[in-house]
């Protein structure tokens, strides 16, 4: 079946390095894309979204790419902080899924002081 | 997200008892969800609703019933809890669109 998941469960980094957090999706016809993060003992919080109709989108340190060809989105974090430690998750939708969220299994993001 | 809470935060219960979990929210959003995490895994998505009168199944769906008593709360409840169902739950709410918002998670563990 259709799926969405992550290429790395951990990712670590140094303190204000960049991180990169990829995810792959395997339906063709998902055309909205959000990441959320997840820290410990909290619920997903919305990060950044991004249509189908654009390749890239940037946030307050936050930047997300969307490769259609390859069906893969990454989500860049500048300046890697401590309290970015958490789970990434990835999730997409499309009119042929009810607009419903489809979630990734998430990547956990270490930051090394 | 303090728009959508959760109660209670943990539970623990023993196998063949009836618990509700309960949701709010205050942002005034159409539909609601339930969704269970379990470690390592993503979200799943349980029940949702998109209106009062609007109930549908989700992935996993056996073993859970719900409630939509107001457009503002959405209860979960399992009819005889069993071990395999300790997990993490979640209830999130959205408009229109696609992002969803959630709360801070209820914490179920079946003896």
């Known amino acids: 079946g259709e799926s969405v998941g992550l290429h790395l469960p951990t990712l670590s980094v140094q303190e204000g390095d960049n991180s990169i957090i990829n995810c792959a999706y395997s339906n063709s016809a998902s055309d909205y894309f959000i990441w959320y993060k997840q820290e410990s003992g909290k619920g997903p919080q919305f990060i950044i979204d991004i249509r189908s109709n654009m390749d890239k989108r940037q946030g307050q340190r936050v930047t997300v790419l969307l490769n259609k060809t390859v069906k893969h989105l990454s989500l860049q974090i500048a300046a890697t902080q401590p309290g970015d430690s958490a789970v990434y998750f990835c999730a997409e939708s499309g009119y042929n899924a009810g607009n419903m969220l489809t979630f990734g299994g998430g990547t956990r993001l270490m930051v090394k002081p | 997200d303090a728009d959508v809470t959760q109660t209670p935060r943990n539970r623990i219960t023993k196998t063949g008892k009836r618990i509700m979990l309960e949701c709010s929210q205050t942002k005034g959003h159409d539909r609601m969800y339930w969704y269970r995490q379990d470690p390592g895994l993503g979200l799943r998505l349980i029940y949702y609703s998109f209106d009062v009168k609007d109930i549908n199944k989700g992935e996993i769906s056996d073993g859970y019933s719900v409630s939509r008593q107001a457009q503002a709360k959405f209860s979960l409840s399992l009819e005889s809890a069993i071990p395999n169902q300790t997990a993490l739950y979640f209830c999130?709410?959205?408009?229109?669109?696609?992002?969803?918002?959630f709360g801070a998670g209820t914490r179920l563990s079946v003896l």
């Open positions: 999130a709410t959205s408009d229109h669109r696609e992002v969803q918002y």
